[in-house]
């Protein structure tokens, strides 16, 4: 099984990561290490997964759609996605809008277009939002509720 993993350097990115590893399968990082936190943390979880010989990391952005598609010729092993790469946080997004739109509309829309291109692929899984929840008033949210007033793009 090989995994491409978006978002590697991201907090839950690198869990999954070890975790996939750990049961041997063999993961593709993909991610820009953006500055929206520090990046001395996201390269020290870098450092830890560049010790797994199933690991390799790709650099690049989502908005990048030439880096993005060319992994279907770079890693044609590729039968799985994991896409967690994305930029995180609602109040970031009135403050740079355009980083939500490159990121989470064209990088989504650029990663499922990868998959068209990935002959061996099987399965596709990405990360939402809680905040598609918007102001729902109802608790615990569920994946069935309404999301017709989401907080961010
Ligand atoms: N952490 C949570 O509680 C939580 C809750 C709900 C949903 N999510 C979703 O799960 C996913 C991962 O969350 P996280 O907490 O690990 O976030 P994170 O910010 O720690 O990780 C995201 C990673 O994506 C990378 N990235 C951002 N923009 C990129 C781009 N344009 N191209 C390539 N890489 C890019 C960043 O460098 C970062 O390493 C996100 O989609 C997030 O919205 C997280």
Excluded: C, W
């Amino acid at each position: 099984m090989t995994i491409l993993l978006t978002g590697a350097a991201g907090f839950i990115g690198f869990h999954l990561a070890r975790a996939l590893l750990a049961r041997g399968a063999r993961v593709v990082g993909f991610d820009s290490v953006n500055a929206y936190y520090d990046v001395t943390l996201k390269e020290a979880r870098l450092r830890v997964l560049a010790q797994d010989p199933g690991f390799t990391m790709v650099r690049g952005d989502l908005a990048d759609r030439a880096a993005v598609l060319g992994l279907a010729e770079t890693h044609p092993a590729i039968d799985r996605i994991v896409h967690l790469a994305a930029q995180a946080g609602v109040r970031h997004a009135e403050v740079n809008p355009y980083a939500y739109v490159d990121a989470n509309l064209m990088g989504q829309v650029t990663v499922l277009e990868l998959a068209r291109r990935l002959e061996r692929l099987t399965h596709v899984v990405y990360a939402s939002s809680s905040s598609v929840y918007g102001g729902n008033t109802k608790l615990p949210y569920s994946e069935t509720d309404p999301v017709e007033r989401p907080f961010s793009l």
